[in-house]
């Protein structure tokens, strides 16, 4: 049987485009279907407009801390207008750059939702596909908890379409949206309260970076409200009113003008008449094994959509290892081990590897722990006690590295290069032995000597 195409991609996102034009490289008749922006959640509502918004948070600090360094004092405010309009037109020059490689890549693009009428067969509103194999790459979208009023509410996709500079804002959730945000507006002067139902944010990273981030929002000045559950939202006269509760107790808190929910994301896989293929999802996630094959035999799918680790990078590696094997020829899988990942707060963090408490249930007491706390030289003049903090976790047996931690500035910088050691299986011997780069804070990767446990 002869299809329209070799392969059909649903979702233009990172992990949807990098496929299409790996799979087209190697001569495949590729199509497309987006019917939103190019390129996907990092590049419109994610990665790319949070990042620029991070750097406008961090110039008031920037500015007073100069002042340490013989710099005179700076009198300045932000224009909300202005930045988000700025992050708002790189998002679309961002959209054309895609636009562009598509074209270049001969992938046919169609602007389109699509939804299967049977494995082969894709209906397109207009016209019907039909493709050998299909790939889902549909992406998530924020979840919104079932409470009273969270119409009041906005997502985080909302949130760079602000026209106004929020006064007071109260966030939902204490995961990389949530404390990534909160950072944001507080660093841009916004009066920020985050709520979450546990005692710590960033539940799944080591216990010492999430004791490190939280202290250190702390003391920039966000209000952290611990260990409550969501009750209510209500508008009133004087705002956004968000009713909260521990055990009998209840209390509020008074946004300005919204709240923001970030307590997670979902697959976006409703609508996409799976139903009428093999596919099988469990709690929306499009399940596949190690090839992103789902249960349908000619059908596969990569990143958030699969629910895994739900990052960029991920999902480009994902798409690129299955464009690989079905039609370059070369199988091979994409590998989840020290995968690295960043928290863009203030102060940022990064990681790759296990945290000491995922090395102690498989290793046991087989570990040793290098731990450095310590002000960065940028901050003597400044005169500011920030604090850096890095930690090793090194199987002793061994002597491999198996897990690298940074609270700090340039985290993500860092952890970068640090995770090309992990992949490579560097042991504590190979990072004594490596020299250090002085002066910096990087170099402490490389000089921590002694173990704490
Ligand atoms: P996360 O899953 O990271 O965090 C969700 C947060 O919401 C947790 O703090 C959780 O609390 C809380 N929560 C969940 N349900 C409820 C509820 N019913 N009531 C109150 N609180 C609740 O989700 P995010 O939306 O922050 O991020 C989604 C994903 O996007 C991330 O996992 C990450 O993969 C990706 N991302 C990556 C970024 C990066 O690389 N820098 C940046 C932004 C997003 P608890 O801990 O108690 O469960």
């Not at 709240?259 to 499009?286: F, I, Q, W, Y």
């Not at 290098?370 to 976790?393: N, Q, V």
């Not at 299986?425 to 446990?453: C, L, Q």
Request: charged share 20%; proline share 3%; with cysteine.
């Amino acid at each position: 049987m002869s299809y329209d195409f070799d392969l059909f991609v649903i979702g233009a996102g990172s992990g949807g485009i990098a496929t299409a034009r790996r799979a087209a490289e190697y001569g495949a008749r590729v199509g497309i279907a987006e019917y939103d922006r190019l390129g996907g959640t990092c590049v419109n509502r994610g990665c790319v407009p949070k990042k620029l918004m991070v750097y406008a948070s961090h110039f008031p600090d920037v500015f007073e801390e100069a002042q340490g360094y013989g710099w005179s004092a700076v009198q300045s405010s932000l224009n909300w207008e202005t930045m988000i309009t700025a992050v708002n037109n790189e998002v679309d020059r961002l959209n054309g750059i895609y636009q562009k490689m598509l074209d270049g890549s001969k992938v046919e693009l169609f602007r389109s939702h699509a939804k299967f009428v049977d494995p082969h067969t894709i209906d397109l509103g207009d016209q019907k596909v039909t493709a050998d194999k299909v790939l889902i790459a549909v992406g998530g979208k924020p979840f919104l908890p079932n409470i009273l009023g969270i119409e009041h509410a906005i997502t985080s996709d909302d949130i760079f379409h602000l026209k106004e500079q929020p006064k007071r804002m109260v966030i939902l959730g204490g995961g990389y949206i949530g404390c990534e945000f909160a950072c944001i507006l507080n660093g841009m002067g916004t009066e920020v309260t985050q709520i979450i139902r546990g005692d710590r944010i960033l539940r799944g990273f080591d216990e010492d970076i999430r004791s490190e981030i939280q202290q250190g929002m702390i003391n920039h000045g966000i209000n952290i409200i611990k260990g409550v559950q969501l009750i209510a939202i209500e508008k009133s006269e004087h705002g956004v009113v968000v009713s909260v509760g521990a055990g009998d107790t209840a209390d509020t808190v008074i946004a300005d003008a919204v709240s923001l929910a970030a307590v997670g994301r979902k697959p976006n896989t409703h609508n996409l008449g799976l139903e009428n293929t093999g596919v099988k999802c469990r709690d929306g996630a499009v399940l596949v094994d190690e090839y992103s094959h789902t249960f349908e035999e000619n059908i596969y799918a990569v990143g958030d959509c699969t629910n895994k680790i739900n990052l960029t990078p991920v999902a480009i590696n994902e798409g690129r290892a299955f464009a690989d094997t079905v039609f370059g020829g070369i199988p091979r899988v994409m590998s989840y081990e020290n995968v690295p990942t960043a928290v863009f707060t203030t102060p940022e963090a990064a990681t790759v590897g296990l945290t000491e408490a995922e090395a102690k249930e498989k290793y046991g007491d087989d570990l040793k722990i290098f731990y450095t706390r310590f002000r960065p030289m940028y901050y003597t003049l400044a005169g500011k006690d920030e604090k850096t903090m890095m930690k090793l976790i090194v199987h002793a047996s061994s002597d491999k590295v198996i897990g690298a931690h940074m609270v700090g500035p340039s985290a993500a910088e860092i952890v970068q290069g640090v995770a090309i050691a992990l992949k490579t299986g560097a042991t504590k011997a190979n990072f004594d032995a490596t020299v250090g780069i002085h002066p910096s804070s990087a170099e402490e990767f490389v000089t921590m000597r002694s173990p704490v446990r």
